[in-house]
């Protein structure tokens, strides 16, 4: 099939209108099988619970195409299994992962001309999306549901693509209360993280990085990737905390550097560690491996990279995360399924 007219390598991280999306509806205690939409609009009831109390979920997942034109996800089992945590937490109906794991063939069949060619460094982004559609104006769990699923042919979420950023420690604003919804992916937390994002672009940083917000002192995540450090000893380290969304990249790099002899902590990380770390990253599906270039705390500015250049660990665990994904290295671990294209 002819590939869509695109400059791939240009591509930012923006949405771009495809062939279509998926849309399902749970009704009378049953999900239907799913229709195709060509339009990107939706129709919705104007009380849906998902547009004025938050009864909203949402996944991030991406495909990839190698060098002799197969397509493969990754780790789409784990954003199924995820998207059922975050529905149950805020009494959504979830969507079956069997029917998820069929809707992101289905999607990425439908939108091949969308797929970034091989090299170009681009991806097919991935949005599923589940909504509380149920008229109601007191606040109580919709009955009826909508799972959906769009995509959007993506480059780099930061704009510097694998060049450092630089990041700023929040200590204001929290993005996610102990005992919240931090840990699972309600567009709620995101809103909450606008104010802290919006202040620290307009003076000039990438991004913050969240403490916990009970105590103050423990890293917690930026505000779209999970944060991860390299220790001077070698270790990788990446903190353990209930605020934060359990990263699918993330579990997955800590396999890879156990894998390439490092020893893996998760556990707490003070603030107080930073400067003590050889380098630290962000990652996520959209971020990838983000190295930081700079933290700012307070009036301390803790630099793991004087210039563009990223630290060896970082590039060694980015180029080992992304050969799996475009199918240059063997995905001994089984991470990554083959789309068969029609
Ligand atoms: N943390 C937050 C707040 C995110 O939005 C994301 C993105 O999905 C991540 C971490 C990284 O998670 P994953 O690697 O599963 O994409
Ligand atoms: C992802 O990485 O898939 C996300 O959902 C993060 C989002 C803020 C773009």
Not at 92 to 108: C, G, R, S, T, Y
Not at 219 to 237: C, L, M, Q
Not at 285 to 314: L, M, N, R
Request: a negative charge; charged letters at 25%.
């Amino acid at each position: 099939m002819e590939k869509a007219n695109l400059n791939w390598s240009e591509l930012t991280f923006a949405y771009m209108k495809t062939d279509c999306h998926l849309e399902y509806y749970f009704k009378d205690g049953e999900w239907d099988e799913g229709k195709i939409i060509n339009d990107d609009r939706i129709d919705l009831n104007i009380a849906s619970t998902c547009l004025h109390y938050g009864q909203e979920c949402f996944e991030g997942a991406k495909a990839f195409e190698d060098k002799d034109g197969r397509v493969r996800v990754f780790r789409i089992e784990e954003n199924a299994k995820r998207m059922v945590r975050s529905a149950e937490k805020i009494h959504m109906v979830p969507f079956p992962e069997d029917m998820f794991i069929n809707a992101v063939e289905k999607l990425v069949q439908l939108n091949q001309r969308f797929i970034p060619p091989y090299g170009s460094g681009a991806s097919l982004y991935l949005r599923p999306l589940l909504l509380g559609i149920s008229g109601l104006i007191g606040v109580t769990p919709a009955t009826d549901y909508a799972f959906m699923m769009f995509c959007s042919p993506v480059g780099p979420y930061f704009k510097s693509g694998i060049k450092p950023v630089k990041l700023i420690v929040e200590d204001q604003y929290d993005r996610a209360a102990p005992n919240g919804v931090g840990d699972v992916k309600v567009g709620g937390n995101y809103a909450a993280g606008l104010r802290a994002s919006v202040r620290a672009k307009k003076a000039g940083y990438t991004e913050v990085l969240y403490l916990d917000a009970l105590r103050k002192e423990f890293i917690d995540e930026s505000g779209p990737a999970n944060f991860f450090g390299i220790t001077h000893d070698n270790k990788f380290i990446t903190p353990a905390s209930d605020s934060i969304l359990p990263s699918i990249t993330n579990m997955s790099l800590q396999t890879l550097a156990a894998d390439m002899g490092m020893i893996v902590e998760k556990r707490p990380i003070h603030v107080n560690e930073l400067p003590y770390l050889k380098e630290a990253g962000c990652c996520g599906t959209a971020a990838v491996i983000t190295p930081i270039g700079s933290i700012t705390h307070g009036d301390k500015v803790i630099t793991y990279c004087e210039t563009d250049e990223v630290g060896e660990t970082c590039m060694s665990l980015y180029n080992n995360l992304t050969s799996i994904q475009n199918g240059v290295l063997k995905d001994k671990y089984g991470w990554t399924r083959e789309i068969p294209m029609p």
